[in-house]
């Protein structure tokens, strides 16, 4: 079983992603920012991570260059209500960029995907 770290600083987002992720047959861990956030993934060791960008104290793409700088193999899907970041260089390290939604069907799809690429490495 892939066990999945959403972080996100909105709750219904974090249980939305939490019921529908499990629903497929992940684990999911939750976090709801960026605080410790290396010292979250070295204690979970989570398969993949799925990252907000715009959270009230966190920058996720600053998040992610992080991330990128101590596990560049763990797959990072940036999810975001916003796709003015898509063009933002930072974004560039990540594996995937969603838009979010209520309708998770492309993040599934993307989780998917990077974890059967991380697999066949």
């Known amino acids: 079983m892939s066990k999945i ?3 996100d600083d ?3 987002i974090r249980f939305l992603f939490s019921e ?3 629903e497929e047959g992940y684990q999911v861990v939750l976090a709801d920012n960026g605080f410790k956030l290396l010292e979250r993934i ?11 960008i715009k959270m009230a104290e966190y920058d996720g793409l600053d998040l992610l260059q992080q991330i990128r700088n101590k596990f560049y193999d763990l797959p990072v899907i940036l999810c975001t209500a ?10 560039i390290s990540a ?3 969603v838009i979010k939604s209520f309708d998770l069907t ?16």
Request: hydrophobic share 35%; no cysteine; charged share 45%.
């Open 95 to 97: 594996d995937f960029y």
């Open 20 to 22: 529908e992720l499990t």
């Open 10 to 12: 909105e709750e219904h």
């Open 5 to 7: 770290l959403v972080v």
């Open 82 to 91: 916003y796709d003015t970041f898509k063009e933002d260089i930072k974004s």
């Open 42 to 52: 070295d204690q979970e060791k989570p398969d993949l991570v799925v990252l907000d």
């Open 106 to 121: 492309e993040l599934k799809k993307k989780i998917a995907r990077a974890l059967e690429t991380k697999v066949a490495d």
